[in-house]
């Protein structure tokens, strides 16, 4: 009894440490968004946010879903001492990221220009975009490997604080310095951030990688790799989708400036709660992966409970600060943006606290193979999320796009849940240890 209550002090410490960094980090993107925010104009507010939503996606693509199979499948190799097969998996990650950026980037510069036609100043911020694609997936990629060698503080930070730390402290210099703040700057000094944490993620996993570098002789990767490696792609990248598609159909059927600006922002404040998922996820990924490599599904029911312990009132308390002060956060901003993104800061904070609330199901299901249901209910919830888009953004302009989010997102999360609740039961009664 003893050992479980000191692991289970020892499990909430780190993820308190998590949460911190996370919540750090996440004030000082809702800093950067704010001062642009206030900075540029309208037009040029929704050209950084467009140009942003994109780079997101495209990271999305790019990454291959190779950084969530590294998560899924390196602790186990670690802690079982498989340092060749784990180096092997690291080489063919970097090559296949690497590759698919170059391609990725150059294809989507081709659309931003031949046809989407985008204005001068967003197709030069979508460029830089572009151009910095290789940077970012190679720093989400070791911050996984990192977390998979048990050090998931240290990956939060670089990608979590570290990145938008150095963003604000350029962007504050050069709006200091007689130079333009313009959208295709804020880009810059995104890209920026991005750099320093490569250089700083690089050093920590070659520190953090204990096992003898003699023999890690490049071998042919496991053809099982690019299969298993898939599903993790596909759901990333139709996460991505519908994560970013309110934005950009905002931009695209352009009710106004106003409205898709109002909604970034909403989304960026709602966004708090999601990086509660963001930051300890990869904690509680990693112990799945082991958990599960064990056999003790037995654990991965009480790691459930102790998670529910402390996310639970804090999701509630998250809830009651945005009903109470939506409008004025929103003001922070600019004021149009409380009477365009009020009510949709609102639904955004309940959809986001409950993603947050049922996140690891689907991690769960796809660690546990069920792939084909999984990736059916996200397409579902996707193709569901965009004939709403279509529909209820010219008439609702912000909110309706919260609306369509609201309601994919619940349905696909909500299911998921369920699916790996009884999948759960179902592995306690076969393994009853």
């Known amino acids: 009894m003893a050992d479980a209550e000191r692991e289970r002090q020892e499990h909430l410490a780190e993820v308190g440490c998590l949460a911190a960094v996370g919540v750090i980090g996440q004030f000082l993107t809702f800093a950067v968004t704010v001062l ?21 996606l495209l990271l999305a693509v790019a990454a291959q879903g190779l950084d969530k199979y590294a998560l899924r499948l390196m602790p186990g190799k670690f802690e079982c001492g498989q340092w060749q097969l784990a180096a092997d998996l690291f080489r063919f990650g970097v090559v296949r990221i690497l590759a698919g950026a170059l391609i990725v980037g150059a294809l989507a510069a081709l659309w931003a220009r031949e046809i989407r036609e985008f204005p001068a100043d967003t197709l030069l911020a ?46 504050v210099l050069v709006a200091v310095a007689p ?13 920026g951030g991005w750099l320093v944490a490569l250089v700083v993620l690089g050093c920590w996993v070659h520190r953090a990688w204990s096992g003898s570098r003699q023999g890690c002789r490049s071998t042919e990767p496991k053809p099982s790799w690019r299969r298993a490696s898939l599903p993790f792609w596909v759901y990333r990248l139709a996460m991505g989708v519908v994560a970013q598609s309110g934005v950009v159909m905002l931009d695209w059927l352009q009710p106004s400036a106003t409205a898709t600006g ?10 708090v709660a999601a990086i509660l998922a963001v930051a300890t996820n990869r904690k509680y990924a990693r112990e ?20 529910l312990q ?60 069920h792939n084909l249901l999984t990736f059916s209910t996200l397409v579902i919830c996707a193709l569901l ?16 796009a919260a609306i369509a989010y609201m309601l994919s997102m ?22 009853p240890r």
Request: aromatic letters at 12%; glycine letters at 6%; proline letters at 4%.
């Open 36 to 56: 642009l925010a206030r900075s540029l104009s309208v037009e040029g507010f929704e050209t950084y946010v467009v140009a942003a939503a994109i780079y997101l």
């Open 126 to 171: 979508v460029y830089l975009g572009c151009l910095f694609l290789p940077v970012g997936v190679l720093v989400n990629f070791l911050a996984a490997v990192l977390s998979a060698t048990g050090d998931c503080v240290r990956a939060a930070f670089a990608t979590l604080l570290l990145v938008p730390l150095v963003a604000l402290v350029l962007i």
């Open 179 to 191: 130079l333009p703040l313009t959208s295709t700057s804020a880009i810059a000094c995104w890209a």
């Open 262 to 271: 109002a909604y970034a922002a909403a989304l960026s404040m709602a966004s």
């Open 288 to 307: 799945l992966s082991v958990l599960m490599e064990r056999g003790d599904y037995r654990a991965l029911d009480r790691y459930r409970r102790v998670r």
């Open 310 to 369: 402390w996310l639970v009132p804090t999701l509630a308390l998250f809830l009651a600060v945005v009903f109470l002060f939506a409008d004025p956060l929103m003001e922070l901003f600019r004021p149009e943006f409380a009477t365009e993104g009020g009510v949709a800061f609102r639904l955004l904070s309940v959809t986001i606290a409950a993603t947050v609330l049922f996140g690891l199901a689907p991690t769960y299901l796809k660690y546990r193979g």
């Open 385 to 400: 999320q965009l004939v709403l888009l279509w529909w209820l953004v010219p008439r609702f302009e912000a909110t309706g």
């Open 410 to 431: 619940l349905l696909m999360y909500g299911f998921l849940a369920v699916l790996a609740h009884y999948d759960l039961e179902g592995l306690r009664r076969d393994h």
